[in-house]
């Protein structure tokens, strides 16, 4: 008689808590996580981990269960992204730089009803659950400088570090269980909740270990936020798969960064090109030791050719990678290796081990080389869909690929070079600003008769909004008057930089504005 098969819940069971588990299993000893005063090894991390989600689980908080985090980066953000992984709950990670309504849709629209909220961001947290959502409990957070000390009304994290209750047993979770649920704005005025599996993600893993030449070896410093799946997905999830050391901060500031480089000798590091640039033009740059820097990764926008120039003569030992994706892949696509930094400039790199890309038309035909079209991707590292949005998923995924919105030109040794986002997205300093969002903020202002926003090319924004905007007859609007407006109503990182006026905004004969033109108009004198 055949044998039966065994359960594949308790034999094959690959999810992110488990990476965790079989990390600390073969270096159990080895350091882990550094923050600020913080040092766990990895059979800390490990235990620390499993008694936060069995903590959790004894009190209330269930699989499945949408749970948000509003906070900078910490060893305690580190600690709660794999304890909720454990515990089968779902991370619904929430960039701190929105005001209190953005913050609120997100809780709206997941469902969360448990806050994390790091150090700093109380308030915020506390005004975004009071608009209308679930949020009945609100766990504190510690940064690196912080003590144990919770606000009033607030759970500590540190109390989740007691003993676990000894009766709760973890569940056993399927790889294509929901992992996180992260809100991008994409191309649209509403972000839209990106729905990826613990399976997702850990194929994204393996792209990202090959592709980047992680190795168990590295010393990895996070400062970018970990809200942001670039810093979550792409180094400190594969690092912890691997065995990495990892020093976090919440402080991603060249005075910050650049004495942890050399305190802890570290020999791996991601940033956007607008931080690099900030490192490059720090006064402490040249006083920092910088001798075991040798990987250096880039993405969120391309790397001015002349910056990467710099780049190579004053940092002569770091290899550089353009990672380029977004968060629906989670997030990694493709990659441009050290070898072609100058040769393809400006180039987003070739498909990564478990992408498939192609640059098609609107009928899904492969576009000539050097002829412009949307990146579509497939691969086993996709998001399942929008949370509570089957349309925009229908038609994310038309005819069977996924479409990313990006439009690109692929060269003939199959090099893919983005050319425009096709929904006129927005890349500023790592960030992704939707035009049209900052659009209907300004049109709420009565003296504004037209308005165009684009990204503008910056030295050190890479993209910068520019808010280009014909006044109404008889009416004057300074750009003082613009900004300060959007100041007060938007996250800082979508007001725009500069604001030009105009006379009237170009378009075709049907009607249709046409963005690219303000683009060519504009480009050379925001470059001067």
């Known amino acids: 008689m055949p044998v039966p098969p065994a359960s594949p819940s308790s034999t094959h069971q690959h999810t992110l808590g488990d990476v965790l588990r079989r990390t600390a299993s073969r270096m159990p000893h080895k350091p882990a996580i550094l923050c600020g005063k913080v040092q766990w090894t990895y059979s800390e991390f490990d235990a620390i981990c499993t008694r936060i989600a069995k903590t959790l689980l004894a009190s209330g908080i269930g699989t499945g269960d949408r749970v948000a985090i ?177 020093i976090i901060t ?97 180039s987003a790199g070739k498909p990564v081990l478990n992408v498939e890309t192609r640059v098609v038309d609107d009928d899904l035909n492969d576009v000539a080389p050097g002829e412009i079209g949307e990146i579509v991707h497939r691969s086993p590292q996709l998001l399942i869909g929008y949370y509570n949005d089957p349309e925009k998923t229908a038609a994310a995924f038309r005819g069977g690929w996924f479409h990313s919105g990006d439009l690109a030109i692929r060269d003939e040794e199959g090099y893919i070079t983005v050319v425009d986002r096709k929904k006129d997205m927005i890349k500023t300093g790592g960030e992704n600003v939707a035009s049209r969002e900052v659009e209907e903020m300004i049109f709420r202002i009565p003296q504004v008769s037209e308005v165009a926003v684009v990204g503008l090319s910056d030295p050190y924004w890479v993209e910068a909004v520019t808010a280009v905007i014909v006044v109404k007859a008889g009416q004057s609007l300074g750009e003082e008057d613009v900004i300060r407006f959007c100041k007060e109503n938007m996250a800082h990182f979508k007001v725009p930089k500069q604001v030009i006026f105009t006379d009237a905004l170009p378009k075709n004969p049907s009607g249709k504005l046409l963005k690219r033109e303000l683009r060519k108009r504009y480009e050379k004198s925001a470059m001067q």
């Open 70 to 246: 509003l906070s900078r980066n910490s060893h305690a953000f580190a600690a709660m992204r794999f304890a909720l992984a454990r515990m089968g709950a779902v991370m619904v990670p929430i960039n701190f730089m929105l005001n209190a309504d953005e913050v609120a849709f997100i809780l709206r629209s997941s469902g969360a009803k448990t806050l994390l909220v790091g150090s700093g961001f109380e308030q915020l947290g506390a005004d975004a659950a009071s608009r209308q959502t679930d949020v009945t409990r609100f766990i504190w957070l510690p940064g690196e400088e912080d003590g144990a000390a919770a606000p009033a009304g607030m759970e500590s994290f540190d109390a989740l570090l007691q003993d676990a209750p000894p009766h709760v047993d973890l569940p056993e979770l399927d790889s294509r269980a929901l992992l996180q649920i992260i809100y991008t704005s994409g191309t649209e005025s509403l972000p839209k909740g990106a729905m990826l599996t613990h399976e997702a993600v850990l194929w994204e893993y393996v792209s990202c270990v090959i592709e980047g030449d992680i190795a168990a070896s590295d010393v990895l410093l996070h400062a970018l936020p970990l809200y942001h799946c670039a810093q979550l997905d792409v180094f400190l999830g594969p690092g912890t798969y691997l065995g990495t050391t990892n």
């Open 250 to 346: 919440g402080q991603p500031r060249p005075d910050v960064i650049l004495p942890l480089l050399a305190q802890h000798r570290v020999n791996s590091f991601f940033a956007p090109p607008s931080v690099w640039i900030a490192l490059l033009r720090s006064p402490l740059f040249e006083q920092t030791d910088l001798a075991c820097l040798e990987k250096g990764y880039y993405g969120a926008s391309i790397m001015p050719v002349e910056v990467l120039k710099e780049m190579q003569v004053r940092m002569p030992r770091v290899r550089l990678w353009n990672f380029y994706g977004q968060t629906e892949i989670a997030p990694l696509a493709t990659v441009l290796y050290p070898e072609d930094q100058l040769r393809k400039a400006g």
